[in-house]
Protein backbone atom coordinates (compact mmCIF):
# COMPACT_ATOMS: atom_id res chain seq x y z
CA UNK A 1 0.00 0.00 0.00
CA UNK A 2 1.31 3.29 -0.96
CA UNK A 3 0.08 5.64 1.98
CA UNK A 4 -1.85 8.68 0.21
CA UNK A 5 -0.53 11.32 2.93
CA UNK A 6 2.42 10.48 5.04
CA UNK A 7 1.17 9.55 8.70
CA UNK A 8 2.83 12.53 10.22
CA UNK A 9 1.24 14.78 8.14
CA UNK A 10 -1.79 13.44 8.84
CA UNK A 11 -0.98 13.90 12.39
CA UNK A 12 -0.22 17.54 11.87
CA UNK A 13 -3.48 17.97 10.58
CA UNK A 14 -5.70 16.39 13.25
CA UNK A 15 -3.95 18.51 15.70
CA UNK A 16 -4.55 21.75 14.26
CA UNK A 17 -7.97 20.78 14.53
CA UNK A 18 -8.43 19.67 18.25
CA UNK A 19 -11.29 21.71 18.83
CA UNK A 20 -14.51 19.14 17.53
CA UNK A 21 -18.68 19.67 17.44
CA UNK A 22 -19.35 17.58 20.14
CA UNK A 23 -21.90 15.80 17.84
CA UNK A 24 -19.16 14.99 15.59
CA UNK A 25 -16.70 13.64 17.92
CA UNK A 26 -19.85 11.48 19.31
CA UNK A 27 -19.84 10.03 15.60
CA UNK A 28 -15.91 10.12 15.29
CA UNK A 29 -16.18 7.99 17.97
CA UNK A 30 -18.75 5.61 17.16
CA UNK A 31 -17.13 5.05 13.41
CA UNK A 32 -13.65 4.01 15.62
CA UNK A 33 -15.67 1.85 18.02
CA UNK A 34 -17.61 0.04 14.79
CA UNK A 35 -14.57 0.43 12.23
CA UNK A 36 -16.74 2.20 10.11
CA UNK A 37 -15.55 4.38 7.29
CA UNK A 38 -16.48 7.63 7.73
CA UNK A 39 -15.14 10.70 5.57
CA UNK A 40 -13.37 12.50 8.67
CA UNK A 41 -12.84 15.82 9.37
CA UNK A 42 -10.24 17.23 7.09
CA UNK A 43 -12.79 15.96 3.86
CA UNK A 44 -16.29 16.62 5.95
CA UNK A 45 -14.51 20.95 6.11
CA UNK A 46 -13.95 20.62 2.28
CA UNK A 47 -17.62 19.51 1.78
CA UNK A 48 -18.75 21.90 3.71
CA UNK A 49 -16.67 24.67 1.88
CA UNK A 50 -17.54 22.93 -1.49
CA UNK A 51 -21.51 23.46 -0.74
CA UNK A 52 -21.62 26.78 0.86
CA UNK A 53 -19.32 28.27 -1.73
CA UNK A 54 -20.95 27.44 -4.91
CA UNK A 55 -24.48 28.01 -2.95
CA UNK A 56 -25.61 24.07 -2.93
CA UNK A 57 -29.18 24.03 -1.78
CA UNK A 58 -30.01 20.27 -2.65
CA UNK A 59 -27.29 17.32 -2.13
CA UNK A 60 -28.17 13.82 -2.66
CA UNK A 61 -25.64 11.35 -1.02
CA UNK A 62 -25.06 7.78 -2.66
CA UNK A 63 -23.53 5.49 0.81
CA UNK A 64 -24.72 7.90 3.73
CA UNK A 65 -23.17 5.48 6.79
CA UNK A 66 -24.84 7.13 9.79
CA UNK A 67 -24.71 10.37 8.58
CA UNK A 68 -21.72 12.06 9.21
CA UNK A 69 -20.27 13.46 5.51
CA UNK A 70 -24.47 14.64 5.55
CA UNK A 71 -24.04 16.81 8.57
CA UNK A 72 -21.29 18.45 7.03
CA UNK A 73 -23.95 19.14 3.68
CA UNK A 74 -26.69 19.76 6.17
CA UNK A 75 -25.03 22.16 7.81
CA UNK A 76 -23.79 24.36 4.73
CA UNK A 77 -27.06 24.06 2.79
CA UNK A 78 -28.59 26.49 5.29
CA UNK A 79 -32.17 25.94 6.45
CA UNK A 80 -34.04 26.06 3.06
CA UNK A 81 -32.21 23.75 1.42
CA UNK A 82 -32.25 19.84 1.74
CA UNK A 83 -29.83 16.87 1.76
CA UNK A 84 -30.87 13.24 -0.01
CA UNK A 85 -29.40 10.41 2.07
CA UNK A 86 -28.88 6.59 0.72
CA UNK A 87 -28.28 3.73 2.74
CA UNK A 88 -29.19 -0.09 2.23
CA UNK A 89 -28.82 -0.40 6.15
CA UNK A 90 -31.78 0.89 7.96
CA UNK A 91 -29.99 0.56 11.14
CA UNK A 92 -27.68 3.51 10.04
CA UNK A 93 -31.06 5.50 9.08
CA UNK A 94 -32.30 5.79 12.59
CA UNK A 95 -28.04 6.45 13.58
CA UNK A 96 -28.55 9.44 11.19
CA UNK A 97 -31.82 10.76 12.38
CA UNK A 98 -30.29 10.43 15.81
CA UNK A 99 -27.07 12.02 15.35
CA UNK A 100 -28.88 14.90 12.96
CA UNK A 101 -31.59 15.37 15.61
CA UNK A 102 -29.04 15.69 18.06
CA UNK A 103 -27.20 18.56 15.56
CA UNK A 104 -31.15 20.34 15.07
CA UNK A 105 -30.37 19.31 11.30
CA UNK A 106 -33.55 17.21 10.99
CA UNK A 107 -35.88 19.43 9.09
CA UNK A 108 -32.65 19.25 6.55
CA UNK A 109 -32.48 15.54 5.70
CA UNK A 110 -34.25 12.70 4.00
CA UNK A 111 -33.30 9.39 4.37
CA UNK A 112 -33.91 6.44 1.69
CA UNK A 113 -32.73 2.89 2.54
CA UNK A 114 -32.21 0.96 -0.39
CA UNK A 115 -29.48 1.04 -3.22
CA UNK A 116 -28.44 4.33 -3.79
CA UNK A 117 -28.73 3.70 -7.40
CA UNK A 118 -31.71 2.15 -7.60
CA UNK A 119 -33.63 4.96 -5.48
CA UNK A 120 -31.43 7.35 -7.41
CA UNK A 121 -33.93 6.61 -10.76
CA UNK A 122 -36.75 7.78 -8.53
CA UNK A 123 -35.67 11.09 -7.93
CA UNK A 124 -37.11 14.32 -9.06
CA UNK A 125 -35.22 17.13 -9.87
CA UNK A 126 -31.97 18.39 -10.26
CA UNK A 127 -29.10 18.18 -7.51
CA UNK A 128 -26.48 21.09 -7.16
CA UNK A 129 -24.14 18.25 -5.46
CA UNK A 130 -24.04 14.20 -5.76
CA UNK A 131 -21.81 12.83 -3.27
CA UNK A 132 -20.37 9.33 -4.12
CA UNK A 133 -19.57 7.02 -1.05
CA UNK A 134 -21.02 3.49 -2.01
CA UNK A 135 -19.51 0.13 -2.51
CA UNK A 136 -16.22 1.06 -4.63
CA UNK A 137 -17.35 -2.29 -7.28
CA UNK A 138 -20.43 0.39 -8.50
CA UNK A 139 -18.18 3.47 -8.51
CA UNK A 140 -18.13 3.08 -12.82
CA UNK A 141 -22.15 3.13 -12.64
CA UNK A 142 -21.63 6.65 -10.81
CA UNK A 143 -20.76 9.42 -13.58
CA UNK A 144 -23.79 7.83 -15.85
CA UNK A 145 -25.98 8.29 -12.82
CA UNK A 146 -25.02 11.19 -11.79
CA UNK A 147 -24.83 13.41 -14.72
CA UNK A 148 -28.85 12.66 -14.95
CA UNK A 149 -29.06 13.96 -11.22
CA UNK A 150 -27.04 17.00 -11.35
CA UNK A 151 -27.44 20.60 -12.98
CA UNK A 152 -25.72 22.11 -15.39
CA UNK A 153 -22.61 23.04 -13.60
CA UNK A 154 -23.40 20.66 -10.26
CA UNK A 155 -20.62 18.65 -8.39
CA UNK A 156 -19.90 15.24 -8.16
CA UNK A 157 -17.61 14.20 -5.45
CA UNK A 158 -16.62 10.95 -4.89
CA UNK A 159 -14.39 9.33 -1.78
CA UNK A 160 -11.30 7.09 -1.44
CA UNK A 161 -10.73 7.95 -5.34
CA UNK A 162 -7.01 7.02 -4.67
CA UNK A 163 -8.35 3.73 -2.63
CA UNK A 164 -5.53 3.41 -0.03
CA UNK A 165 -3.12 4.04 -3.00
CA UNK A 166 -3.97 0.99 -4.27
CA UNK A 167 -5.25 2.44 -7.60
CA UNK A 168 -1.40 3.40 -8.21
CA UNK A 169 -0.54 -0.01 -7.79
CA UNK A 170 -1.88 -3.36 -9.00
CA UNK A 171 -4.72 -2.56 -10.90
CA UNK A 172 -5.91 -6.05 -10.97
CA UNK A 173 -5.77 -6.10 -7.26
CA UNK A 174 -9.48 -6.70 -6.46
CA UNK A 175 -12.95 -5.80 -7.43
CA UNK A 176 -12.87 -2.52 -5.25
CA UNK A 177 -9.52 -1.77 -6.68
CA UNK A 178 -10.96 -2.20 -10.40
CA UNK A 179 -13.97 -0.37 -9.65
CA UNK A 180 -11.87 2.89 -8.22
CA UNK A 181 -9.84 2.56 -11.09
CA UNK A 182 -12.36 2.66 -14.04
CA UNK A 183 -14.06 5.20 -11.89
CA UNK A 184 -11.08 7.73 -12.32
CA UNK A 185 -10.39 6.80 -16.27
CA UNK A 186 -13.60 7.62 -17.01
CA UNK A 187 -13.83 10.84 -15.38
CA UNK A 188 -10.45 11.81 -16.78
CA UNK A 189 -11.78 11.14 -20.25
CA UNK A 190 -15.82 12.13 -20.08
CA UNK A 191 -16.19 15.24 -21.63
CA UNK A 192 -19.33 16.14 -19.25
CA UNK A 193 -17.01 16.67 -16.78
CA UNK A 194 -14.00 18.22 -15.78
CA UNK A 195 -12.49 16.39 -12.89
CA UNK A 196 -9.49 16.69 -10.41
CA UNK A 197 -8.52 14.35 -7.62
CA UNK A 198 -7.47 15.67 -4.23
CA UNK A 199 -4.30 13.60 -2.45
CA UNK A 200 -6.11 14.46 0.71
CA UNK A 201 -6.76 11.62 3.33
CA UNK A 202 -8.29 9.10 0.75
CA UNK A 203 -8.27 10.84 -2.36
CA UNK A 204 -10.84 12.88 -3.27
CA UNK A 205 -12.40 13.49 -6.73
CA UNK A 206 -14.28 16.71 -7.67
CA UNK A 207 -15.92 16.99 -11.09
CA UNK A 208 -17.81 19.90 -12.34
CA UNK A 209 -20.64 19.14 -14.78
CA UNK A 210 -20.14 20.98 -17.90
CA UNK A 211 -23.12 23.33 -19.02
CA UNK A 212 -24.48 22.70 -22.30
CA UNK A 213 -21.76 25.27 -23.94
CA UNK A 214 -18.50 25.05 -21.94
CA UNK A 215 -15.38 26.88 -22.21
CA UNK A 216 -12.73 24.47 -21.27
CA UNK A 217 -9.84 24.76 -18.89
CA UNK A 218 -7.98 21.36 -19.55
C1 LIG B 1 -18.04 4.56 3.46
S1 LIG B 1 -19.62 4.35 4.13
C2 LIG B 1 -20.34 5.95 4.02
C3 LIG B 1 -19.79 6.93 4.96
C4 LIG B 1 -20.42 8.29 4.89
N1 LIG B 1 -20.43 8.83 3.55
C5 LIG B 1 -19.67 9.23 5.80
O1 LIG B 1 -18.55 9.64 5.45
O2 LIG B 1 -20.19 9.52 6.86
C6 LIG B 1 -20.44 3.57 2.82
C7 LIG B 1 -21.90 3.31 3.08
O3 LIG B 1 -22.50 3.08 1.84
C8 LIG B 1 -23.45 2.05 1.96
N2 LIG B 1 -23.58 1.48 0.61
C9 LIG B 1 -22.68 0.78 -0.10
N3 LIG B 1 -23.15 0.53 -1.35
C10 LIG B 1 -24.38 1.10 -1.39
C11 LIG B 1 -25.38 1.19 -2.40
N4 LIG B 1 -25.22 0.65 -3.59
N5 LIG B 1 -26.50 1.88 -2.10
C12 LIG B 1 -26.71 2.44 -0.89
N6 LIG B 1 -25.80 2.37 0.09
C13 LIG B 1 -24.65 1.72 -0.15
C14 LIG B 1 -22.91 1.11 3.03
O4 LIG B 1 -23.98 0.47 3.68
C15 LIG B 1 -22.18 2.10 3.94
O5 LIG B 1 -22.98 2.49 5.01
Known amino acids: MIPVVDQRIERYLAELHSERDPVLTEMERLAEELAFPIVGPQVGALLYILTRSSRAKRVLELGS ?3 YSA ?3 ANA ?3 SGRVVLTDTDRENRSRAHRFLTKARLEDRIQFRVGDALELATSLR ?3 DIVFNDIDKEQYP ?3 DAAAKLLRPEGLLITDNALWGGCVAEDPNADEATRGVRRY ?5 RDPRYTTVILPLRDGLSVSLLQSPNPKSVT
Do not use: Q
Not at 184 to 188: F, G, K, Q, R, S
Open 71 to 73: LFF
Open 77 to 79: VGP
Open 125 to 127: GRF
Open 141 to 143: LVP
Open 65 to 67: GFG
Open 184 to 188: NELMA
